[in-house]
């Protein structure tokens, strides 16, 4: 094994390394190659090794590494009946991997043969329709939190970063979805109090402080959910929208101002205008979100005959 693998090393010296410095010599052009080269492999290497990371292959890949140090150590220490039996294993160990990996490795192949091939890439969707349908989700969870008079405080992020108040709550860097929205403000839970940090679509933080708006900025019957809406409002160009524990309405803050009592059409229209239009230029409509502006009525029709 460690035979074979020297005749490897040598002959990648030889083809690869070699062949790259002869080039080089009789056309300098190929240094661009060689760039090109090395990115793409690397490329392809993280995407790798992600992609073992998201599955049960990565523990795998571990043992692997370890059986190869274990095989060159025992080489080296002229440790000969241990380094037979993991030439053996490791002779015999790629037959046993494609059994072990044929889900992962079929599930690879099968994105290779999709539309799924730009996700293997990290070319996942459209990042203003995946914005849109982020906003979708999160007015699903404000719908649902004002039915119940849950008090909750969502601030998402545009192009301000607005890390030091995101450091100020708990990490979660999960993916924006209804029902973790609404089970994050459950009353009496250890993330409910506070504000919701959503960005680079994702939910970046919970329990988050902000700063919060004079008294001469807002009306006195409004409470401290609001004050800090205006205030994160104020100081970057995040918007923020919470609803009132008291009376279940749903306010928007944005730009320093305060819009109260916000209908769910009006909200949409808010945010869909400020978040994606502004952001990615004039919104098209397209088949596509017409086909989801119905996929959101139908979830939520569907919810309220649930709750029926």
């Known amino acids: 094994m460690i035979d074979g693998f ?8 030889d083809d690869i390394i070699l062949g790259y410095i002869t080039a080089f010599s009789q056309n300098p052009m190929s240094l661009l190659i060689l760039l090109v080269d090395i990115v793409i492999v690397i490329f392809l290497g993280t995407k790798i090794i992600k992609f073992a990371k998201d599955s049960r292959a990565w523990q795998l890949l571990k043992g692997i590494f370890f059986l190869i140090i ?5 080489y080296a220490l002229q440790l000969r009946i241990l380094n037979f039996i993991l030439n053996i294993v490791m002779t015999w160990g790629v037959f046993a991997l494609i059994v072990i990996f044929q889900p992962e490795l079929r599930r690879a192949l099968e994105q290779l043969g999709t539309n799924k091939l730009t996700k293997f890439f990290g070319i996942d969707k459209d990042i203003a329709t995946r914005t849109k349908e982020d906003i979708y ?3 699903i969870a404000v719908l649902e939190l004002a039915k119940t008079r849950t008090g909750a405080l969502i601030v998402i992020e545009r192009d301000i970063q607005i890390k030091d108040i995101i450091a100020t709550g708990i990490s979660m860097d999960s993916e924006v979805s209804p029902q973790l929205l609404v089970n994050i403000f459950v009353p009496n839970t250890p993330l409910h109090d506070g504000a919701v940090v959503i960005s680079n679509n994702k939910i970046a933080a919970a329990a988050c402080m902000l700063p919060l708006a004079s008294d001469t900025d807002i009306a006195k019957e409004l409470g401290t959910r609001h004050r800090a809406a205006i205030g994160i409002s104020k100081e970057s160009d995040a918007i923020a929208i919470v609803v009132s524990e008291e009376t279940g309405k749903i306010s928007i803050a944005k730009d320093g101002t305060l819009i109260a009592d916000v209908k769910e059409e009006t909200m949409k229209k808010i945010l869909i205008k400020n978040i994606v239009t502004k952001r990615f230029g004039e919104e098209k409509i397209t088949k596509i979100d017409r086909l989801k502006s119905i996929n959101f009525k139908k979830e939520k029709n569907n919810r309220e005959e649930k709750q029926d």
């Open 70 to 74: 274990a095989n060159v150590l025992s």
């Open 137 to 139: 989700k999160i007015i």
């Open 6 to 13: 020297g005749i490897s090393m040598q002959k990648i010296y």
